[in-house]
């Protein structure tokens, strides 16, 4: 089992940044199988980002160049750097988490609202 707690959540000018942490329990090495995605409003939850493995990140293409995920293994916390930042990112935005590279993700977090004013 692997509980996700999201945060860094806010409101944001376009073209401002912000970061949104998770914050990952019960398993050890579960920062290696989680990733990030986003609802927006009356629509379907979407991908964002996650990490692949052989050690980078893998993006959609809606924010490839904006999005960087990251982790910290210490501390067993992901990441999500988001910079220049659209009004069309507004969303609740989610962590995730899987038992493995080719499992699907199980675990979520409750959420985070990311509101970006135009």
């Known amino acids: 089992q692997v509980q996700l707690v999201e945060s860094g959540g806010g409101w ?6 912000l970061r949104l942490s998770c914050a990952a329990s019960g ?20 991908f964002v980002a996650t990490f692949s ?3 980078g990140g893998t993006y959609a293409d809606s924010v490839k160049g904006r999005f960087t995920i990251s982790r910290d293994n210490a501390k067993n ?5 988001m910079n220049g930042v659209k009004p069309e990112d507004t969303a609740v935005y989610y962590c995730a988490a899987r038992d ?19």
């Open 53 to 55: 493995s052989s050690g």
């Open 77 to 81: 916390m992901v990441y999500l750097q």
């Open 100 to 118: 493995g590279w080719d499992n699907a993700y199980t675990y979520w977090g409750q959420g985070t609202q990311v509101t970006v004013s135009s």
């Open 27 to 46: 398993r050890t090495d579960s920062t290696y199988y989680m990733g990030w995605f986003r609802q927006a409003p009356g629509k379907e939850r979407e």
């Open 12 to 17: 944001v000018q376009a073209g401002g940044s």
